[in-house]
């Protein structure tokens, strides 16, 4: 039986700066799917994740999430329909501590003891937040505010996730972390689309793959086949 399409990306048109960085792109996420995209730095990903969640207009095209066009709406109604985003470069509230920014992730949601049990739960999930609950966020690594970015969406309860570029940054060690949460959350059937650099470890994990190249989808299949396929690990993968 074939999953619905929860996300559908038709022909999108994005300008950024001046320059055309999405030139008709088509994809979509199916439900209980991991996609990756993935491609080289200035390839358009985050340019498009920004379309998706309402930060950046659309010159052209369409997005529909969940069978309906969300073109023009802005991410705190996304939020509310169960469509939430790590940003590149965290986003983290820097002045507030780690309790009061994972409380932010879900100020959609009135459920104050389902509230409290879903920050029992990032905090099993992060025990190094749990350690540092009454710290601003400001304070901390980078890899521990990746940690906190990633807990705040979740606190949104999404249907699908969103993530651009996770490991961006980060020690070899955090890293292997990110990845092992992002393998967790899908297993608790969350939906995901994952925007990394770092090819090998986002198509080891992903059930299907995209490669965005100057704007464009250029590839896309099975994930397990794409980090097998000698184009991509030529141009990805540094072989």
């Not at 705190?76 to 469509?83: A, C, E, I, R, S």
């Not at 049990?117 to 992060?126: L, N, V």
């Not at 092992?180 to 090819?199: K, M, P, S, W, Y």
């Amino acid at each position: 039986m074939t999953s619905k399409t929860l996300l559908k990306v038709s022909q999108l048109k994005v300008s950024y700066g001046g320059i055309q960085a999405v030139k008709g792109v088509d994809f979509e996420v199916r439900e209980g799917e991991l996609v990756s995209l993935i491609g080289s730095n200035g390839a358009g990903k985050t340019t498009t994740m920004k379309a998706i969640t309402g930060t950046l207009p659309i010159n052209a095209g369409d997005i529909e999430y969940l069978g309906r066009s969300i073109r023009g709406q802005g991410p705190w109604d996304l939020v509310k329909q169960g469509l939430a985003m790590v940003p590149e470069g965290r986003g983290v509230f820097t002045r507030m501590t780690i309790i009061e920014n994972l409380q932010m992730g879900a100020y959609i949601r009135d459920d104050k003891e389902g509230i409290e049990a879903d920050i029992d739960k990032m905090f099993a999930i992060f025990p190094r937040l749990k350690e540092r609950r009454d710290q601003l966020a400001g304070t901390m690594s980078g890899g521990e505010q990746q940690m906190l970015a990633m807990g705040r969406a979740l606190m949104s309860r999404p249907k699908v996730l969103l993530m651009d570029e996770p490991s961006m940054g980060l020690s070899p060690i955090m890293v292997d972390k990110i990845f092992e949460v992002v393998q967790d959350v899908f297993a608790q059937g969350v939906t995901i689309l994952l925007v990394e650099q770092n090819a090998s470890r986002a198509l080891s994990i992903a059930n299907r793959g995209y490669v965005m190249e100057s704007g464009t989808i250029t590839m896309t299949g099975d994930a397990k086949q794409m980090l097998n396929d000698p184009k991509v690990r030529a141009a990805y993968l540094g072989e």
